[in-house]
């Protein structure tokens, strides 16, 4: 898929045509022509188009072989940049402090029992 896409998007025929477009997107078109040939509806394509980018916060990681770590860690950096704040974002704020409600009793951890004993 993203081989296909890479060489469509570098063809000389069509790359004043997809400059603007991502490799991202193109992947994501070539995901859902490949659905369509094989008899899926456009929603099931979608759908797991959207199950394939989103990230299981359950997963365990360690487990994953190299190929679909990378593409996780992938997804994670496009998420990370996409909602990062930048100087020159209009919403930029330097230094926010936020106080975080403490309604619900806090959890403890072992670890934080012992290192406190320690001190």
Not at 16 to 38: D, F, M, N, P, T
Request: aromatic fraction near 6%.
């Amino acid at each position: 898929c993203g081989i296909a896409a890479e060489q469509l998007k570098n063809n000389p025929r069509h790359k004043a045509y997809l400059e603007g477009v991502s490799l991202r997107q193109l992947k994501k078109l070539h995901s859902l022509l490949r659905g369509h040939l094989r008899g899926e509806s456009l929603a099931e394509s979608l759908e797991k188009i959207q199950q394939e980018e989103t990230i299981d916060p359950e997963e365990d990681m360690n487990k994953l072989d190299d190929k679909e770590l990378a593409k996780r860690k992938s997804i994670m950096d496009e998420l990370f940049e996409k909602n990062r704040k930048k100087k020159d974002d209009p919403d930029f704020i330097y230094d926010i402090e936020v106080e975080f409600p403490q309604d619900e009793q806090l959890e403890s951890c072992g670890w934080d029992v012992e290192s406190c004993e320690e001190v």
